[in-house]
């Protein structure tokens, strides 16, 4: 995908790469992972066994378009698709996205979403935190989260599974992914690189293939005469420093072993696969979340962007956009639930807001928070239900709103995670885990 900016000048590459800055470098990277692992095993974990897809479509999916038409509005409204049915009576979607429609047993659509907030910066926030950031919030800082993202909180509350982090975001990091005060244990492990590309490698896990076994066993050498000048000039280090050499062994180990190789190793899928995915970003990335969540990652969050449609709406979501989504997300329901994996991987498809009902002199739709629809399937989600509904030009829910809180309550509440908890901030101040929100009994 392209480096456009959004309307409002941001770049739409992310703002923060954060997580493979190298074995041995700054940032977070495994060593800082595994440490964070540890001390969550000394926690309380659910024993719910759910992970969770979060795709968040950067700039602002048109659900009036898509899961939401309205073909019955004045022209200035309904724009030019058509609805067509989908395998579930009474639920009609896009033309444009035929193969969704074929899926649509396995997810229900929430058409009467909605929040107060039409700005890219703030409205982003709100959808992947659950929170709207109060005075002093500055979309253009890096990270720029006040509460911690979805991924962080199942981090944070649940811990990894196995060897492989509990929250990995791709192909980037947004920046308002990250952990805000519960710090760096909490922050996602980030892929850092496109699983579309030709060469593509998970920095600190995959080596790349031209790094030969000679040279991995060098730095291996390398770290052991590390630690005996470590162990010879800091004797009377603290358990801290001693646990992250352990954990740099960890690491490395869990950089060369065959199991972490075959877990972040796309071509270990047939060809045939990867292009019912799609080749392309969005699919690549809904194949690879797929991987991680059967390896045992809690939470993927991926970002996927240039969905900010003020001009020629209508072109772009035909010859770009609605294609990529159509083939990746009802491949990745397909794929989940012949492999047994739906019940246990929850899937939520949304972006900051929705798009304008009214279409506007560039044949594109402006930003809406007033109404919009979310997608949610799998991890005990009713399928082919539409929870609540618009009204005649998707210009406000007509019943039934839920917002930014109630989603987060939601997927929380399905991974068994306690919805009135508090967290601290370093200062001690007690907050919520979730704001207000409650889960959305309709579909669970």
Not at 116 to 129: E, F, I, K, Q, R
Not at 215 to 244: G, I
Not at 285 to 291: E, G, T, V
Not at 322 to 328: E, I, N, S, T
Request: proline share 7%.
């Amino acid at each position: 995908m392209s480096a456009k900016r959004f309307c409002d000048g941001f770049s739409r590459r992310d703002f923060l790469h954060l997580g493979a800055a190298g074995l041995f470098g700054a940032g977070l990277n495994v060593p800082s992972i595994l440490h964070a692992q540890e001390r969550a095993r000394t926690r309380g974990q659910s024993t719910r066994d759910i992970s969770v897809i979060y795709l968040f479509l950067k700039g602002g999916l048109s659900t009036i378009d898509t899961f939401d038409l309205k073909p019955n509005a004045p022209t200035e409204f309904r724009g030019e698709f058509n609805p067509i049915a989908t395998n579930v009576t009474g639920i009609r979607v896009c033309e444009h996205v035929p193969r969704i429609a074929r899926q649509m047993d396995k997810f229900s659509l929430i058409r009467s979403f909605r929040h107060h907030n039409s700005d890219h910066g703030p409205a982003d926030h709100y959808m992947l935190t659950g929170y709207f950031p109060v005075a002093g919030f500055n979309p253009n800082l890096s990270p720029n989260n006040q509460r911690p993202a979805v991924g962080s909180v199942v981090a944070r509350k649940l811990g990894p599974r196995g060897g492989v982090p509990a929250n990995v975001a791709l192909p980037r990091m947004h920046a308002s992914g990250g952990p805000a005060y519960l710090g760096t244990t909490a922050a996602p492990f980030v892929i850092d690189a496109d699983p579309n590309a030709p060469n593509f490698t998970v920095p600190d896990i995959v080596p790349p293939p031209t790094l030969a076994a000679t040279r991995l066993e060098s730095r291996r050498e390398l770290l052991r005469q590390l630690d005996r000048y470590q162990a010879s000039v800091e004797r009377t280090a603290n358990s801290h420093a001693r646990a992250v050499s352990d954990y740099q062994r960890e690491a490395f180990n869990l950089m060369v072993s065959p199991e972490a190789r075959r877990a972040f190793d796309l071509q270990a899928e047939s060809a045939r696969l990867r292009d019912e995915y799609g080749r392309n970003t969005l699919g690549q990335s809904c194949l690879m979340a797929r991987r991680l969540v059967e390896a045992g990652v809690r939470c993927v969050t991926i970002d996927h962007t240039n969905w900010d449609t003020h001009d020629n709406n209508f072109l772009t979501l035909r010859r770009e956009l609605l294609p990529a989504l159509d083939a990746g997300l009802s491949t990745l329901f397909r794929d989940l639930a012949d492999r047994g994996r739906l019940q246990n991987t929850l899937v939520v498809v949304t972006g900051e807001f929705g798009r304008t009902p009214r279409i506007n002199r560039n044949a594109g739709r402006d930003h809406w928070g007033p109404a919009f629809t979310v997608a949610v399937g799998g991890g005990g989600i009713k399928g082919g239900r539409a929870i609540g509904a618009s009204d005649a030009r998707a210009e406000r829910p007509a019943n039934n709103p839920h917002g930014p809180e109630d989603l987060m309550a939601t997927i929380y509440h399905l991974m068994g995670i306690d919805i009135n908890e508090e967290f601290y901030t370093p200062e001690g101040r007690p907050v919520p885990i979730v704001s207000n929100g409650r889960p959305i009994r309709e579909i669970l």
